[in-house]
């Protein structure tokens, strides 16, 4: 079993920074591929990025160039930092993760979910 925690979301004016933090549980979590997803009202959850267990990261078209996606497997966290935020980045993150996973977009390939950090970006 993994256990995550996702935290540092909160209110910021468009422009602004964040950075997001996802802490798990477990002994093999450099094993485990971690992504952050999204969802917004009345929106489906998307993909934002993901740090695989092969070390690769692999981020949304929509963010790439202002959001970065690291981890610290010696620390078993996922950063997510978050730069140049739009009011459209407006969302409920989640960390999700699976072992040894390799194909990243599809939510429904993820065993373990956190319960969500809200980010607001509004002036």
């Known amino acids: 079993q993994v256990q995550l925690v996702e935290s540092g979301g909160g209110l910021v004016q468009p422009g602004g920074s964040l950075r997001l933090s996802c802490a798990a549980s477990g002994r093999t979590f450099s094993s485990y591929t971690v992504a952050w997803f999204r969802q917004a009202p009345g929106k489906e959850r998307e993909f934002v990025a993901a740090a695989k267990y092969t070390g690769r990261t692999d981020h949304a078209d929509s963010v790439k160039g202002r959001f970065t996606i690291s981890r610290d497997n010696a620390k078993n966290t996922v950063y997510l930092q978050m730069n140049s935020l739009k009011p459209e980045d407006t969302a409920v993150y989640y960390c999700?993760?699976?072992?040894?996973?390799?194909?990243?977009?599809?939510?429904?390939?993820?065993?373990?979910w956190g319960q969500g950090t809200q980010v607001t970006v509004s002036s």
């Open positions: 999700a993760a699976r072992l040894a996973l390799s194909v990243v977009v599809l939510s429904e390939n993820y065993d373990y």
